[in-house]
Nanobody
Framework: QVQLVESGGGLVQPGGSLRLSCAAS??????????MGWYRQAPGKQRELVAR???????NYADSVKGRFTISRDNAKNTVYLQMNSLKPEDTAVYYC??????????WGQGTQVTVSS
């Protein structure tokens, strides 16, 4: 069973910053991770891709976050980060970590709430 532990969500004012972290592990096994990413789901809306990064380091971003969010990963720690700057109220959502292993299986974190409000 792959475990994803997310942290870093919270309440922030518009224009502020937050950094999300997601650490992946599986007891007794070495993880072979391909893609790591972040998705979000706002109330009444479908879950959408925020950013994802491949094992080789390439990254993709949703147009709505380009220039404000930066995804990075530490392969040695099986951890992915999402630095979120210039946050807007429309960024308010539950943010989910997603990990795709080399075997093709995808795993989700439990989600962390990000609220942008004054």
């Amino acid at each position: 069973q792959v475990q994803l532990v997310e942290s870093g969500g919270g309440l922030v004012q518009p224009g502020g910053s937050l950094r999300l972290s997601c650490a992946a592990s599986r007891s007794g096994f070495i993880l072979s991770i391909n893609v790591m990413g972040w998705y979000r789901q706002a109330p009444g809306k479908q879950r959408e891709l925020v950013a994802r990064t491949s094992r080789g380091g390439g990254a993709n971003y949703a147009d709505s976050v380009k220039g404000r969010f930066t995804i990075s990963r530490d392969n040695a720690k099986n951890t992915v980060y999402l630095q979120m700057n210039s946050l807007k109220p429309e960024d308010t959502a539950v943010y989910y970590c997603n990990v795709e292993l080399l075997d093709g299986l995808s795993h989700w974190g439990q989600g962390t709430q990000v609220t942008v409000s004054s």
